[in-house]
Nanobody, 122 residues
Framework: QLQQSGGGLAQTGDSLRLSCPAA????????MAWFRQAPGKEREFVAG????????YYSDSVKGRFTIARDSAKNTVDLQMDSLQPEDTAVYYC?????????????????WGQGTQVTVSS
């Protein structure tokens, strides 16, 4: 299991940061991503990054507000969430997997974090 950290309470327009360890998963084949799940809704893709190339992917709902980045010194993948909106409220999960071709498909990931609640109030 990935020991993710960060998240919490925020107000509209605030920023929060999530962090996920990449230890042991920095080979060129690995993709690391963030998903979220709101009550009564399906798990949805938020952002992903290919560790070796640094190529990033975003859902339309967060593009321009969230930034996913790898920190090679700390060996983590971080999700910087800016301009938060109430609709961003969800449990956020870090995920990792090798040889992933469909970055947005949660079913293809092997490792998962425990989940972190992010609540944005208006």
């Amino acid at each position: 299991q990935l020991q993710q950290s960060g998240g919490g309470l925020a107000q509209t327009g605030d920023s929060l940061r999530l962090s996920c360890p990449a230890a042991g998963r920095t080979s060129r084949m690995y993709v690391m991503a963030w998903f979220r799940q709101a009550p009564g809704k399906e798990r949805e893709f938020v952002a992903g990054i290919r560790w070796s190339s640094g190529n990033t992917y975003y859902s339309d709902s967060v593009k321009g507000r969230f930034t996913i980045a790898r920190d090679s010194a700390k060996n983590t993948v971080d999700l910087q969430m800016d301009s938060l909106q109430p609709e961003d409220t969800a449990v956020y999960y870090c995920a990792a997997g090798p040889s992933i071709t469909s970055v947005a498909d949660w079913r293809t990931y092997t490792y998962w974090g425990q989940g972190t609640q992010v609540t944005v109030s208006s």
